[in-house]
T-cell receptor, first 112, second 118 residues
């Protein structure tokens, strides 16, 4: 069956450390993968997109990797801050990019 | 970035009534709009995909007669929950993209509509 799994439901780390979130997928062949941030009661906000032929993408303190052999994407936030606390969702395209399917999300908490 | 406006943000209705949720793209043409549903502490579940001027494509298990989707223009899509029941209570979120401008790009999300059916 097709699955998108994010490593943990919740992750709690110390401010200043690097947060690493994992997204694994099964029985999909996405051309690209996206990461979104969602705050409680709000719609998701786009952060980064990485294509299948890209190994790594960076944006400020964010870094995303994409390994199509392992069927995995890693999402890193360096020098984490309490304001980074939110739920992070990975999403991938399905059926020739006609729709976007989301993972279960990881709730990240950064403690001061 | 592009803006998607969703209205109403919260709605409470009685069981058996119908509720309409609007989703508008304010500064771009949304060739495709997606409707998602999200239960507490769960991820977004895709309900349907709608392309402007054509019928929506519903995901398996989503009743098209219960969740009516209309995408009559490039800036507006509506979701109508017909004969709502308490189990329809959820957070409904729309998203849009301009397929012609960027077929593989980001989705722009509305702020969501929290439906509570009494």
């Amino acid at each position: 069956s097709q699955k998108i799994e994010q490593n943990s439901e919740a992750l709690n780390i110390q401010e200043g450390k690097t947060a690493t979130l994992t997204c694994n997928y099964t029985n999909y062949s996405p051309a690209y993968l996206q990461w979104y941030r969602q705050d409680p009661g709000r719609g998701p906000v786009f952060l980064l997109l990485i294509r299948e032929n890209e190994k790594e993408k960076r944006k400020e303190r964010l870094k995303v990797t994409f390994d199509t052999t392992l069927k995995q994407s890693l999402f890193h936030i360096t020098a984490s801050q309490p304001a980074d606390s939110a739920t992070y969702l990975c999403a991938l395209d399905h059926s020739s990019a006609s729709k976007i399917i989301f993972g279960s999300g990881t709730r990240l908490s950064i403690r001061p | 970035g592009a803006v998607v406006s969703q209205h109403p943000s919260r709605v409470i209705c009685k069981s058996g009534t119908s509720v309409k949720i609007e989703c508008r793209s304010l500064d771009f043409q949304a060739t495709t709009m997606f409707w998602y549903r999200q239960f507490p502490k769960q991820s977004l579940m895709l309900m349907a995909t709608s392309n402007e001027g054509s019928k929506a494509t519903y995901e398996q298990g989503v009743e098209k007669d219960k969740f009516l989707i209309n995408h009559a223009s490039l800036t507006l899509s509506t979701l109508t929950v017909t004969s709502a029941h308490p189990e329809d209570s959820s957070f409904y979120i729309c998203s849009a993209r301009d397929h012609r401008r960027d077929p593989t790009g980001e989705l722009f999300f509305g702020e969501g509509s929290r439906l509570t059916v009494l």
